[in-house]
Structures are given as C-alpha cells and as structure tokens.
C-alpha cells in the first residue's frame, strides 16, 4: 500500500471506514444482567464513581453528537455521529446496570450544550484519551483479579474496545482536519488543542494529588484489592493501550500524548524491592 498522506481524501475515507465497518450493533434493552452472589454485588454497590460514570457519558454523547451535526463531510456526519450513539449507548448501558442492581446515584440534570461546539468536542476527546488509556488498566486488573464475575465483565468489554475506537477516530480526525485548513488557520487550532490538553494534564496532576474532584478512570483501581504500585499499574494501561489499538489499520495514526506522558511517569517514579 503506498505511504497514506495525513490529511488526504484516502486518509478521511480510511479512518471513517475503519470506525463505521468496526461498529458492533447490539442493544442494551436485550441485555441480560448476570445473577450476582451477595460479596460481588457489594463489591459493585460500593464502588464510587457511578455517578460520575453515567453523567460523562451522557455530558459526552450530546457533545459529540453536537459535533456531527457540525460536520458538512457525509462520510465525517456518519462517523461523528455514529460516535455520539455510541457514546449514548454506553450511559443507557451503565444505567440499565445501576437499575438492574438497584444501586441508587443521584443524577444531576444535564447542563447546557456550550456555544463553542468544537471547543468542547476538542476538550472531551482529549479527555477520552485520558480517561481511556487509564480504563483500558482498570478494566485488565477486575478482569484477571476476579473482583468481579467474568460474566459481568464480559458485558463490559464493548464499551472499552468502543472507547479504543474513539481515540483512534479522535486523533486522525484532528490531523484531518487541521491538514484541510489553510496556513493561516492551523496556528488558531493549535492554540485550541495546547490549551485542551493541557487543560487535560493539569486536571489529572490535580487528581493524582488528591486535590481535584475525583477521576474514577485514574484512581479507580484504588477502589480494587490489588498490589499494583503506580508504576506497575502505568505499564499494565501502556499495555492495553497498545494491545487494543493494534488490531486496527497500522497506517491510521495513534493517540501519542497520554502514553509518552505515562513512560515519562514511570521512569520517575520509583521501583519495588527486588524488581529490576
């Protein structure tokens, strides 16, 4: 295949293709929640962040779908607003579980949509990076520990495989899009994702200090009975960061700032005892 050129109609048409021909339909209504032993179902009811979970989600569908309303492109309308379903699709499955469960949370009403769609598109793609990369972790950790039944996990592994897809979708629509500009456009769209993303790190370096109001993606396996250092624990995302995005198209660009910022982390912080 020859070299694709970021920015060129082959590269719009291979990344949408990829996202749209990689959808997995199923429907949340058919869903069948598994029976749940009294321990596992505590374990569920006390973790903290359903909350935060559901209202991120449905906060980030009625952006993205905002979004595709935006995009002039056929092919871009379909692949924006096949995300936005998605993304729909994952709060109306975490609240079919909290229903199912009888787990009660209090959700507040969802706020306005801003007026600076794209400001706001940048600004939660950026923060899916994030947040996916660090999931991507959790997600092996209750997979493999037995925190919670393989069966509930399996019902779960959808919707990380759809935020892989996302990050992968995000990432070559911005070069995309910032190759379609002309020159003297692309300096205003690089000031809007520096200040994205380091709105973006700075959020997270709030988090890990405790100061912030709480990242379920970033401090969620402290909720789990593992003995995974930081450390340990950013090599296992980096991992399943690569292991989840490698099976699709090796032309498409990959998500790059979270895992250079992650082995940046990692070559400080210090080592366990007896571990090279």
Known sequence: MPELVIGSERHKELFCREFIDTHLPYDVAALRWPVLD????ARLCALPFWQEAVSTESATAAKVQAQARLERDALMHEAVALQG?????????????????DIG????????LPTDIEWAFLRTEYGECFDSFFAFGLFAIAKDSGFFPAELVTRFEPIMQEEARHILFFVNWLAYR??????WQRPALAGRCLLGMTLQVWSRIQTARGVGDGDFTLKGHESIDTDLSPRDFLHLCLQENERRLKRYD???????????LAKAVCRVLPKRRGVD
């Open 38 to 41: 009294e321990a596992s179902l």
């Open 85 to 101: 379903y998605e993304e729909e699709r994952h709060s109306q499955l975490l609240q079919s579980l909290l229903t199912h469960y």
């Open 105 to 112: 949370v209090s959700l507040p009403p969802s706020p306005p």
């Open 178 to 183: 910032r190759a379609q500009l002309p020159w």
């Open 250 to 260: 090796p032309y498409l660009l990959r998500p790059q700032l979270v895992p250079t």
